[in-house]
């Protein structure tokens, strides 16, 4: 019950400690989690900037609706979707699965061929659907990374992605921004760190089905 009691301390910071920063290897920890997410067929069509700049972070409030966490917060963690998931894009997976497990070609070849096939007769509108789901599955996972390490943090959807993507040379990368992330320490005079969590009884939001 310790993991849920470090579910219960997080919640979405309103006001940051601008004055703390994360130290580095909290910072790598993040890294590493965005980097074990699981995803759709292992593909990992995202990728994540990590920003630590408060010249950039100021001027990414404006594109934030106004939101402070973005310049307060020791570190904004941008999650990025690839613009392009081709063929050359999953040919370049299992090659990557070849070079770590040793697999035979043989072995791979059909379910690299059917992937191919399949993304092949997607709309691109639906490929940039499919790769934002992957976003939202990095995202829970480091917000539950950032409870167990007590990290704060603030999810945001709220933003401008075509602005932070020119701020932060995302387009130059094949990239389009998603989902923002500010993490870092919360304000002794946030008050929200104060106030109960707000969710349903667990009756009404968990279905039991036993033999």
Request: proline residues 3%.
């Amino acid at each position: 019950m310790e993991s849920i009691a470090h579910l219960k301390w997080r919640y979405a910071v309103k006001k940051f400690d601008s004055r703390r920063l994360l130290p580095n290897e909290k910072v790598e920890g993040l890294k590493h989690a965005f980097n074990l997410t699981a995803t759709s067929y292992g593909l990992q069509p995202i990728k994540m900037v990590v920003l630590q700049n408060k010249e950039i972070q100021k001027k990414l409030v404006s594109y934030s609706y106004g939101q402070r966490q973005v310049e307060n917060a020791s570190h904004v963690l941008v999650i990025c979707i690839e613009k392009k998931i081709d063929t050359a894009f999953i040919k370049q997976y299992f090659n990557l699965v070849k070079e770590v497990r040793g697999t035979e070609e043989t072995i791979l070849k059909p379910f690299e061929d059917t992937l191919v096939q399949d993304f092949g007769k997607k709309e691109t509108e639906e490929i940039k659907i499919w790769a934002t789901n992957q976003a939202y599955l990095a995202l829970g996972n480091l917000l539950s990374y950032c409870a167990l390490e007590e990290i704060d943090s603030c999810p945001m959807e709220g933003f401008v992605p075509g602005e932070y993507d020119k701020i932060l040379g995302l387009g130059k990368m094949g990239l389009t921004s998603v989902l923002v992330l500010p993490v870092g320490y919360r304000s002794k005079s946030d008050p929200f760190s104060k106030m109960e969590k707000v969710r349903k009884n667990i009756e009404e939001s968990i279905i039991e089905i036993f033999d």
